[in-house]
């Protein structure tokens, strides 16, 4: 057998040699060519799984380690009976990291106390599900928007996307690209919904770049209408608007999913799925070689301190979200290489938080984010 993989997804060399020929290529660099002989494909979303790409080759499976499936055509590829899966759910704690970043960077930069703020969550998935939580330990209001759970599940517990936009404070983006359709999400976020919105609200972005209206979003920023954004998608990846980056109070290379641990969830599925497929000998695979992080053991005094500055202190302590902003902003050609050579993060069950004082409600919020507590 022969498997092409993508070179930069983590913890796969050698897990699956003893089985296939496996050769590792950049993303860009996979071709039709390359595929003529190949069985198997595991890629991330750079790699588009298209007509171009598939067609006369011998791939019979494809798997990307990634939450994302838009950049394979599934039309195309059920019509060839070429299978293929993607890794829900495998980054949704290290974009709810993410997002927790970003709105305690908020909060102390601006003194906006996230206590009692509203959070319209738009998307309510895995990944939008955990951020709901993450709002919920942060003691905030949480509205949330889905209309496909909506019709599934029923209204109770949803709202629609006008009262989320027009009652929020912050409004965060979680949801899938679908470029058509009742659930069509391309400029979701366009001129009228930040028109809705009221007068000093914030946005942040996480899913998908083509769901906003880049020069709605830009006029919206520039009207005082908005805040401010915060946005790690972009529409025309990686060719960014830097007009818009340079707008934003934070703004990064699409990395929100990128912890470690993210990443070895999504290789765990991806290898798992292409062992089931093909009969491999390997069952519930996960790498054993994550990383450690540098500094695992997180002091905090609390004397003089709110809950949320002790969440604060915790949260950028296993992730700086500025770094990965000021990279991007210093460089906005380097997306990629950013990208691919992403530095270790970390997720919060990684991390001994000992607290100097502190009431037993912030050990409880710490424990509810993941954090061991002493």
Same mark, same amino acid.
């Given at each position: 057998?022969?498997?092409?993989?993508? !070179?930069?997804?983590?913890?796969? %060399?050698?897990?699956?040699?003893?089985?296939?020929?496996?050769?590792?290529?950049?993303?860009?660099?996979?071709?039709?060519?390359?595929?003529? !002989?190949?069985?198997?494909?595991?890629?991330?979303?750079?790699?588009?799984?298209?007509?171009?790409?598939?067609?006369?080759?011998?791939?019979?499976?494809?798997?990307?380690?990634?939450?994302? @499936?838009?950049?394979?055509?599934?039309?195309?590829?059920?019509?060839? *009976?070429?299978?293929?899966?993607?890794?829900?759910?495998?980054?949704?704690?290290?974009?709810?990291?993410?997002? #927790?970043?970003?709105?305690?960077?908020?909060?102390?930069?601006?003194?906006?106390?996230? %206590?009692?703020?509203?959070?319209?969550? +738009?998307?309510?998935?895995?990944?939008?599900?955990? +951020?709901?939580?993450? #709002?919920?330990?942060?003691?905030?209001?949480?509205?949330?928007?889905?209309?496909?759970?909506?019709?599934?599940? *029923? &209204?109770?517990?949803?709202?629609?996307?006008?009262?989320?936009?027009?009652?929020?404070?912050?409004?965060?983006?979680?949801?899938?690209?679908?470029?058509?359709?009742?659930?069509?999400?391309?400029?979701?976020?366009?001129?009228?919904?930040?028109r809705m919105m009221r007068k000093g609200t914030w946005f942040i972005n996480t899913s998908r770049g083509e769901v906003t209206d880049t020069l709605a979003l830009k006029n919206a920023l520039d009207s005082g209408k908005l805040m401010g954004a915060v946005l790690d998608v972009w529409e025309k990846e990686p060719d960014i608007d830097t007009e818009l980056m340079e707008k934003t109070f934070i703004s990064t290379p699409h990395i929100a999913g990128y912890s470690a641990d993210g990443k070895a969830n999504g290789t765990s599925m991806a290898v798992n799925a292409l062992c089931e497929f093909? *009969?491999?000998?390997? %069952? &519930?695979?996960?790498? !054993?070689?994550?990383?450690?992080?540098?500094?695992?053991?997180?002091?905090?005094?609390?004397?003089?301190?709110?809950?949320?500055?002790?969440?604060? /202190?915790?949260?950028?302590?296993?992730?700086?979200? !500025?770094? &990965?902003? +000021?990279?991007?902003?210093?460089?906005?050609?380097?997306?990629?290489?950013?990208?691919?050579? @992403?530095?270790?993060?970390? /997720?919060?069950?990684?991390?001994?938080?000992?607290?100097?004082?502190?009431?037993?409600?912030?050990?409880?919020?710490?424990?509810?984010?993941?954090? %061991?507590? +002493?």
């Amino acid at each position: 057998m022969k498997i092409i993989a993508d !070179d930069k997804i983590p913890f796969l %060399k050698g897990v699956l040699e003893p089985f296939a020929e496996v050769i590792y290529l950049p993303g860009h660099r996979i071709d039709n060519r390359i595929l003529q !002989d190949a069985d198997a494909l595991l890629v991330r979303t750079r790699t588009r799984c298209n007509e171009a790409l598939l067609r006369n080759t011998g791939i019979k499976f494809i798997a990307t380690a990634t939450i994302g @499936y838009d950049h394979i055509d599934a039309d195309f590829c059920n019509s060839k *009976g070429i299978a293929w899966t993607n890794a829900p759910g495998c980054n949704s704690s290290s974009v709810r990291q993410y997002v #927790a970043a970003a709105l305690l960077r908020i909060s102390g930069q601006f003194r906006y106390r996230l %206590k009692n703020k509203t959070l319209g969550i +738009v998307g309510v998935g895995n990944v939008g599900s955990k +951020v709901s939580s993450l #709002a919920r330990i942060l003691e905030m209001n949480v509205l949330l928007n889905d209309p496909p759970r909506a019709r599934k599940e *029923g &209204d109770e517990g949803f709202a629609g996307l006008e009262q989320v936009l027009m009652e929020s404070d912050i409004v965060t983006a979680h949801v899938p690209l679908n470029p058509a359709g009742e659930d069509s999400t391309v400029n979701l976020f366009n001129e009228d919904c930040f028109r809705m919105m009221r007068k000093g609200t914030w946005f942040i972005n996480t899913s998908r770049g083509e769901v906003t209206d880049t020069l709605a979003l830009k006029n919206a920023l520039d009207s005082g209408k908005l805040m401010g954004a915060v946005l790690d998608v972009w529409e025309k990846e990686p060719d960014i608007d830097t007009e818009l980056m340079e707008k934003t109070f934070i703004s990064t290379p699409h990395i929100a999913g990128y912890s470690a641990d993210g990443k070895a969830n999504g290789t765990s599925m991806a290898v798992n799925a292409l062992c089931e497929f093909f *009969g491999f000998p390997l %069952k &519930d695979w996960y790498p !054993d070689n994550v990383p450690a992080p540098d500094a695992p053991v997180i002091l905090v005094n609390c004397r003089g301190k709110t809950d949320e500055d002790v969440m604060r /202190e915790a949260v950028l302590h296993t992730y700086n979200i !500025d770094d &990965d902003s +000021v990279r991007l902003k210093q460089m906005p050609s380097g997306f990629e290489g950013q990208r691919g050579d @992403y530095p270790l993060r970390r /997720e919060f069950p990684a991390y001994t938080v000992i607290l100097k004082g502190g009431t037993r409600n912030t050990r409880m919020m710490l424990r509810d984010l993941g954090f %061991k507590v +002493v």
